[in-house]
């Protein structure tokens, strides 16, 4: 991992490798085999992805996969270290009963930086053999393996909340969908210069990555996204289906330069021809103003009631462009799951909403990054950390476990409203009160702007 400056490390190709042909975790392999079961590295291009793909795909209830699918699959998932368990009681032996993806991936964090980050998917055990720890086990597993590579950061997406804060992840980023009732909002927003055009989807799938890396830094809780992904929001993954729905616009500013795209697909309302719905598949925009002409445009849509849209950040400046604020129905849900696995390297790495020294008493229920830590924000909010061991030090601390932690990240989550959740706890020695320890504490570790994740992994 290459140092760019004193908080931006980036992950290259070699740290990626590296990280995918990493052993499994002893620890984990042990107390599987003392169960009957194999814990292993599954190879992309080998024999056994077939049957790892399928019993992922058994593992969330979907039907099996094609032949192309697998093919289409095989193709994009270089990326990942694959690991199974498998059951070789079991009558189907070469078929895993439990399945996990991980990869090297970056994290944004607020400040413009990001920071290499273990991402975590693929998570499936077999309705016939869960409950009995095997998914402690790999996910224990994944994260020690992460801390032994020097990986300080882990993340992931969810299927259902209360599966991952017993591993000290936390939901960091949250996501919000929204359904806009197009006739009734009536755009208020700006009209800026520049042109909307459709492109072709395999245009979009060019300008999506690219777009999206030039705005990812600046977006805390965004991940580089993996190749796959964009083929499936473009539509031309060659094994997907109904791609001929989805349609792509591009916006260009005054300059000609592209600034933003948009894939979206309609549904026709049979009863009434004016009340279809329009599904935003993606939208991505690099300046106000492309954001603020993809938006019209999409809202604007002839023959349209509702447009919908999800992965939205808590705080969208779309709810300040239109007349009518309850137009849009908000359901804001957990989305980006963050686990610190290295204290120091990750409170350097991100910026912070105030100036403040603060002492953090972190618990850890795995052990990774329990400890108390000393952090000295500056005035130009950069963070200073280092390990207190038990040296005292006069100043406001705040005990959290790891998850509490976590979810302060991103810079989404107030340490005043964990405090108030019984989460956290602000002490200051010196203060006969501690509204204004846990009032500097807040701004310290906030943020101005909400983080958010525009895909699920
Ligand atoms: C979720 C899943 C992976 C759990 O696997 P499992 O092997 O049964 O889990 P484990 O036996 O290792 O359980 C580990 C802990 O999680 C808890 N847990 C497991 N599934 C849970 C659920 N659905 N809801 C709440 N808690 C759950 C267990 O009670 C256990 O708690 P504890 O160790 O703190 O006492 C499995 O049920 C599954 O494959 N589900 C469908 C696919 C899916 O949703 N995957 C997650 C993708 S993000």
Known sequence: MTTLDSR???????????????????????????????????????????????????????????????????????????????????????????????????????????????????????????????????????????????????????????????????????GAEWRIETKRAAWIGPRPGGRVDFVSRERVRELLPVLHERVRPSVAGEIDVPGSHWDGFAGTNPAAEKTGEKRAVQYADADGEVRGAAVYAVRENHEDFTKATVDVHYLLAETDDAYAALWRFLLELDLVAEVHASQLSVDEPLLWMIADQRAAKVTVRDHQYVRILDVVASLETRRYGGAGTLVLDVSDPLGIAAGRYLLEVDESGAGRVRSLGSETVDAVTVALGVTELSATYLGGVSLATLAAAGRVTVTDAAAESSVNALAMATSVLGWHTAPRLSIWY
């Open 8 to 174: 931006t490390v980036a992950v290259g190709e070699d740290d990626r490798a590296a990280f995918r042909a990493g052993p499994v975790d002893e620890e984990s392999r042990s107390r599987l085999a003392d169960g009957g079961l194999e814990y292993r590295r599954v190879a992309v291009e080998g024999d056994d992805y077939p049957s790892w793909l399928q019993s992922v795909a058994r593992g969330f209830q979907d039907g099996e996969r094609s032949a192309e699918q697998i093919a289409a699959s095989r193709e994009r998932s270089g990326y990942r270290r694959l690991t199974g368990v498998y059951d070789p009681q079991a009558p189907v032996a070469d078929a895993p009963v439990a399945t996990i993806a991980s990869w090297l991936g970056e994290l944004s964090v607020p400040g413009d930086a990001v920071i290499p980050s273990c991402a975590i998917s693929a998570v499936t055990v077999a309705p016939t053999h869960r409950r009995r720890g095997v998914a402690r086990a790999m996910l224990e597993g994944e994260l020690r393996a992460a801390h032994a590579a020097g990986v300080p950061m882990a993340m992931l997406t969810v299927s259902e909340s209360p599966l991952y804060g017993r591993y000290g992840f936390a939901p960091a980023a949250a």
